[in-house]
């Protein structure tokens, strides 16, 4: 536990097991139809449980045997939060470079289709403008740092003389087609 967010994450797995796996309750009320009165009722039914589970939750905070010290202002922001937590599993960049490299990404048989469709449907649907989709992002900066890498020299860009300049346009270009290549998007119209 080094971190405030890992003090409350522990806190939560805590705090479930007390509570039957409920999350304490962050207090908003979900859309309806409703009169005023009943409106204010509930309202009040859900804040006095909210602030009940929000100090239930700061107790199981307190119980964390950490050196890291958790705002109160933290905890409730991660109260009102906690529905909206999930957890994400990606691969290490380890994995993505060996994939990468990989002879066999392109051929199906290492698991990657849906990765890979899942890039393709992204390219057919750029942000707009195009220039703020991540990953036209992601595949420039891999190229870039391949770039980089094979001539052991300064980032592509870093010399702004016009010939140095489209140098390195020409190499940042080859090695983001063998990136695409890699990955297996080329193999598409």
């Known amino acids: 536990v080094t971190t405030s967010f890992d003090v409350l994450v522990a806190a939560l797995r ?5 509570n039957g796996d409920e999350p304490p309750l962050n207090g908003s009320i979900p859309d309806m139809t409703s009169s005023t009165a009943s409106f204010i009722e509930l309202q009040q039914a859900y804040h006095k449980k909210a602030t009940e589970d929000l100090e239930k939750f700061t107790r199981c905070v307190e119980a964390v045997p ?23 599993s990606t691969r290490s960049i380890a994995e993505e470079y060996k994939n990468q490299t990989s002879s066999s990404s392109t051929t199906g048989n290492n698991g990657n289709d849906e990765v890979r ?6 390219l057919m649907d750029p942000s707009d403008p195009p220039e703020h989709t991540p990953l036209l992002w992601y595949l420039a900066l891999r190229a870039c740092e391949i770039y980089q890498n094979e001539t052991n020299g300064p980032y592509p860009g870093s ?15 080859s090695h983001l087609t063998s990136v695409c290549k ?4 080329f193999n598409n119209d």
């Open 14 to 18: 805590e705090y479930l097991k007390a």
């Open 66 to 88: 950490a050196d890291v010290n958790v705002s109160a202002e933290d905890i409730s922001l991660f109260c009102k939060n906690v529905y909206d937590i999930r957890l994400l």
């Open 117 to 122: 469709d899942d890039l393709l449907m992204h």
């Open 159 to 173: 010399d702004s003389r016009q010939l140095s300049l489209q140098s390195d346009v020409t190499g940042v270009h």
């Open 182 to 185: 890699n990955m297996g998007l």
